[in-house]
């Protein structure tokens, strides 16, 4: 009696915290919850007629659909392999541009170096696209007016050349997210005990052997966790570069066509509910493993900075 | 202790500078080369290509744009709003929510930080959400389209706020405030909020930035041109340029009607895209890395 008495105190003192949170709790479960739920649809032959949960249960037919196009395996294929690049590639630039500007004293500099690098972050994809077209288009780029013809190469029609897309959209990738990336590791680097620099130093290391024996091992546990938070994200892909870089070119699907951009011409463009939903739930679930995995690993390598 | 530094690390000092020069000027070079291109003649532009060094300079883009007015100012109206009252709504739902979570005395604060976690490792993905905004909440073509779905509250947002209400804010405070009997939204909105203004900034930057930036909310919700935000407005245009006559059909400067000058308002438009962005871009750098580096420390 008298630990329930306690228990509905306790509730009561506390009632004025839940309705503050109930506004945020319920955009939860209607933006992320409900659609869990709706996962559903992946195995029904999606019918408005009778709604998302009385349309007709199908197993697993559409996920055998969507296996036996050769789409599953050229959107997993570029999802997985763009990542992979990204994610070594980035790694390395963002390390290297994290070393030069740790070298900058003068603030003056420092500021508009990162202001540079940072700027290609802030702007939208959309914008992005006009100015990858501004470098590409036939008519008018600056590569098949000014370029290619300086080096004697004939016109190349890049919206319709899947080969070049893969350079292309890193090249891209790169400018965007590089400076974004290098501000982790310029923290990291910053944080750093100077003292160990200064008995390398009289110890006669130089610069190379500081970066490689002090600098990139001090740095080691940021890079695993940034590495193992990206591995968890791999099933994911920036929807706006590989849709609206691309400018959506359907010649270019080979090359350009990730998990996000196929769920969303199935919707969207080809009305194939069933297959664009089970494309979906495959990246959710292999995604939600895969987080869990990365994260699983992050807090044996340092707790602190799991995010559960 | 300057000869400590050795030959070789100046060497690599000076050179880590040249090499950051070179790369903040390449990374530069493109909006420099839109820039240019938008004030390049039409004519030059088709017998040239765009270029970052013009043969002749024309503002007839941004004439072109001025009659046209009315079609920017609108998208521009549009992202305004969307940003302001997405900035705000998103504020108020990510402290609420955060306030509580971050009493250690509140007893639901580990389930319900975990429902909060959760959204960040799951999702139904677009299509169940889709059908549910448009079939049940019949949002297609409507303002709210642009601001409700998938932006009004990220799990991290929140996660980072109430990191700060636990961090930074003492517990005596808190305690304090309760004995003199003040309720828990006093102290919510008289002690709590006046405190965070640092981290409540930074967030409410960023949500601003996404929804600024955002357009593909308006490319599965909207089709009806009067709801373009400025994104969708440079999307719609990119694609089909002769978007641009239907808003003002036979636009005429001087009594003469002008061709429009497709090459160049292309380019003038990305810039009109860029400028909000440049003109708050000090602000924007501030409380990026701050962010950034808050968030890096405590996701």
């Given at each position: 009696?008298?630990?329930?008495?306690?228990?509905?105190?306790?509730?009561?003192?506390?009632?004025?915290?839940?309705?503050?949170?109930?506004?945020?709790?319920?955009?939860?479960?209607?933006?992320?919850?409900?659609?869990?739920?709706g996962?559903?649809?992946?195995?029904?032959?999606?019918?408005?007629?009778?709604?998302?949960?009385?349309?007709?249960?199908?197993?697993?037919?559409n996920?055998?659909?969507?296996?036996?196009?050769?789409?599953?395996?050229?959107?997993?294929?570029?999802?997985?392999?763009?990542?992979?690049?990204?994610?070594?590639?980035?790694?390395?630039?963002?390390?290297?541009?994290?070393?030069?500007?740790?070298?900058?004293?003068?603030?003056?500099?420092?500021?508009?170096?990162?202001?540079?690098?940072?700027?290609?972050?802030?702007?939208?994809?959309?914008v992005?696209?006009?100015?990858?077209?501004?470098?590409?288009?036939?008519?008018?780029g600056?590569?098949?007016?000014?370029?290619?013809?300086?080096?004697?190469?004939?016109e190349?029609?890049f919206?319709?050349?899947?080969?070049?897309?893969?350079?292309?959209?890193?090249?891209?990738?790169?400018?965007?997210?590089?400076?974004?990336?290098?501000?982790?590791?310029?923290?990291?680097?910053?944080?750093i005990?100077?003292?160990?620099?200064?008995?390398?130093?009289?110890?006669?290391?130089?610069?190379?052997?500081?970066?490689?024996?002090?600098?990139?091992?001090?740095?080691?546990?940021?890079?695993?966790?940034?590495?193992?938070?990206?591995?968890?994200?791999?099933?994911?892909?920036?929807?706006?570069?590989?849709?609206?870089?691309?400018?959506?070119?359907?010649?270019?699907?080979?090359?350009?066509?990730?998990?996000?951009?196929?769920?969303?011409?199935?919707?969207?463009?080809?009305?194939?509910?069933?297959?664009?939903?089970?494309?979906?739930?495959?990246?959710?679930?292999?995604?939600?493993?895969?987080?869990?995995?990365?994260?699983?690993?992050?807090?044996?390598?340092?707790?602190?900075?799991?995010?559960? | 202790?300057?000869?400590?530094?050795?030959?070789?690390?100046?060497?690599?000092?000076?050179?880590?500078?040249?090499?950051?020069a070179?790369?903040?000027?390449?990374?530069?070079?493109?909006?420099?080369?839109?820039?240019?291109?938008?004030?390049?003649?039409?004519?030059?532009l088709?017998?040239?290509?765009?270029?970052?060094?013009?043969?002749?300079?024309?503002l007839?883009?941004?004439?072109?744009?001025?009659?046209?007015?009315?079609?920017?100012?609108?998208?521009?109206?549009?992202?305004?709003?969307v940003?302001?009252?997405?900035?705000?709504?998103?504020?108020?739902?990510?402290?609420?929510?955060?306030?509580?979570?971050?009493?250690?005395?509140?007893?639901?604060?580990?389930?319900?930080?975990?429902?909060?976690?959760?959204?960040?490792?799951?999702?139904?993905?677009?299509?169940?959400?889709?059908?549910?905004?448009?079939?049940?909440?019949?949002?297609?073509?409507?303002?709210?389209?642009?601001?409700?779905?998938?932006?009004?509250?990220?799990?991290?947002?929140?996660?980072?706020?109430?990191?700060?209400?636990?961090?930074?804010?003492?517990?005596?405070?808190?305690?304090?405030?309760?004995?003199?009997?003040?309720s828990?939204?006093?102290?919510?909105?008289?002690?709590?909020?006046?405190?965070?203004?640092?981290?409540?900034?930074?967030?409410?930057?960023l949500?601003?930035?996404?929804?600024?930036?955002?357009?593909?909310?308006?490319?599965?919700?909207?089709?009806?041109?009067?709801?373009?935000?400025?994104?969708?407005?440079?999307?719609?245009?990119?694609?089909?340029?002769?978007?641009?006559?239907?808003?003002?059909?036979?636009?005429?400067?001087?009594?003469?009607?002008?061709?429009?000058?497709?090459?160049?308002?292309?380019?003038?438009?990305?810039?009109?895209?860029?400028?909000?962005?440049?003109?708050?871009?000090?602000?924007?750098?501030r409380?990026?890395?701050?962010?950034m580096?808050?968030?890096?420390?405590?996701?």
């Amino acid at each position: 009696m008298n630990s329930r008495k306690r228990t509905r105190l306790k509730l009561k003192k506390s009632l004025p915290l839940l309705l503050m949170a109930l506004p945020g709790l319920a955009y939860l479960v209607i933006n992320n919850y409900i659609p869990m739920a709706g996962i559903v649809i992946a195995f029904k032959k999606m019918d408005y007629a009778k709604g998302v949960f009385g349309s007709d249960w199908v197993g697993f037919d559409n996920f055998k659909f969507l296996f036996s196009t050769p789409d599953a395996w050229i959107m997993t294929r570029n999802t997985l392999l763009y990542n992979l690049a990204f994610i070594v590639i980035g790694t390395i630039c963002a390390l290297a541009v994290a070393l030069c500007m740790n070298e900058i004293k003068e603030r003056f500099f420092a500021k508009y170096f990162q202001g540079a690098f940072l700027l290609p972050n802030l702007i939208s994809m959309v914008v992005v696209s006009y100015i990858v077209f501004a470098f590409l288009n036939t008519d008018t780029g600056l590569l098949n007016r000014t370029v290619l013809p300086a080096l004697g190469v004939s016109e190349i029609n890049f919206y319709s050349q899947p080969q070049a897309w893969p350079l292309i959209l890193l090249i891209v990738y790169l400018w965007k997210n590089t400076g974004y990336a290098s501000v982790i590791y310029l923290a990291g680097i910053a944080s750093i005990d100077p003292t160990l620099y200064e008995a390398a130093r009289i110890d006669g290391a130089g610069k190379w052997d500081q970066i490689r024996f002090i600098t990139l091992p001090q740095l080691k546990s940021i890079i695993i966790i940034l590495t193992l938070l990206s591995v968890g994200r791999i099933m994911f892909s920036d929807f706006g570069l590989f849709y609206q870089v691309p400018m959506n070119s359907g010649p270019l699907y080979s090359t350009t066509q990730t998990i996000d951009t196929y769920v969303y011409r199935g919707l969207m463009q080809l009305g194939n509910i069933g297959m664009s939903s089970a494309a979906g739930l495959y990246q959710s679930v292999v995604g939600f493993v895969l987080v869990l995995t990365a994260n699983y690993l992050v807090k044996k390598i340092s707790p602190e900075n799991a995010m559960f | 202790m300057k000869n400590l530094y050795s030959r070789g690390e100046k060497a690599f000092a000076t050179g880590s500078g040249v090499l950051l020069a070179v790369l903040a000027v390449a990374s530069l070079l493109p909006f420099l080369l839109i820039f240019m291109a938008s004030i390049t003649s039409e004519e030059s532009l088709i017998f040239n290509g765009y270029s970052f060094t013009p043969k002749a300079f024309s503002l007839d883009a941004y004439y072109y744009m001025l009659a046209q007015a009315q079609v920017v100012l609108r998208a521009y109206g549009v992202s305004i709003f969307v940003t302001v009252v997405g900035t705000g709504a998103s504020l108020i739902l990510v402290s609420t929510l955060a306030y509580p979570l971050s009493r250690p005395d509140f007893p639901f604060r580990r389930v319900l930080t975990f429902v909060v976690v959760f959204t960040l490792l799951f999702n139904g993905g677009v299509v169940p959400s889709y059908i549910m905004w448009t079939r049940v909440f019949r949002l297609k073509n409507t303002i709210w389209a642009l601001i409700v779905p998938n932006y009004l509250m990220s799990g991290f947002s929140v996660l980072l706020v109430k990191n700060y209400f636990e961090k930074a804010i003492p517990r005596d405070l808190i305690e304090a405030a309760q004995i003199d009997g003040a309720s828990e939204f006093e102290i919510f909105f008289k002690i709590m909020l006046p405190l965070s203004v640092p981290v409540l900034a930074t967030v409410g930057m960023l949500t601003a930035l996404v929804y600024w930036n955002d357009w593909i909310n308006g490319l599965y919700y909207i089709n009806d041109p009067s709801l373009y935000g400025i994104q969708q407005l440079l999307i719609r245009i990119l694609d089909n340029i002769q978007f641009l006559k239907s808003g003002a059909a036979g636009m005429a400067l001087g009594n003469v009607v002008v061709e429009l000058p497709s090459a160049a308002v292309r380019m003038a438009l990305a810039v009109i895209g860029i400028l909000p962005i440049l003109l708050i871009f000090p602000l924007l750098q501030r409380y990026f890395i701050k962010g950034m580096v808050i968030g890096a420390v405590k996701g």
